[in-house]
């Protein structure tokens, strides 16, 4: 489950609205102020992500909440956004080139291309009418206003 800190910042009718900030990995070693990567990640900051949620708990606005997605979803859409394009690219190369041998490779390289570029479309049509299953984020723990998410380990 990946989980992440959110803040709410609307709650109406069954619905909540969260706002949460898209984390930098950059900022955790010693080199990131002298890194190429570290300066660029610090020129670009993130701006916060904002969700809506079905929930019935009684949430206030500023309030801390903990959601999480499952790692399922996270590789079911890592798969149909990265794989599947990849794998219309070598099958319609395959295809064309095997059935059109003097194909030139400019209409090759195009055709495939533009046939791996319908597949976004095509997977947003999916998923709003509901035939690509997704699930939206739970809420997993919810933080009183004093109350800071982080937890602190004492080392020995």
Not at 7 to 36: L, P, R
Not at 67 to 89: E, R, S
Request: proline share 6%; net charge negative; hydrophobic share 45%.
């Amino acid at each position: 489950m990946q989980e992440e800190i959110a803040t709410v910042i609307d709650c109406k009718d069954g619905i909540v609205e969260v706002s949460t900030k898209i984390k930098n990995t950059c900022d955790g070693c010693e080199q990131s102020s002298h890194c190429g990567t570290g300066l660029l990640a610090r020129y670009l900051a993130p701006k916060p992500e904002n969700l809506r949620l079905k929930s019935n708990l009684a949430l206030r606005v500023g309030q801390k909440i903990k959601i999480g997605l499952p790692d399922a979803l996270l590789l079911k859409l890592a798969f149909a956004i990265y794989f599947v394009p990849i794998l219309i690219l070598v099958l319609v190369a395959s295809v064309l080139s095997s059935f059109i041998p003097g194909i030139s490779e400019l209409v090759l390289v195009a055709s495939s291309v533009g046939a791996a570029t319908l597949w976004f479309p095509l997977l947003r049509f999916l998923i709003q009418q509901h035939h690509f299953e997704l699930t939206e984020p739970e809420i997993l723990q919810v933080f009183e206003q004093d109350e800071t998410p982080v937890k602190f380990v004492s080392t020995p």
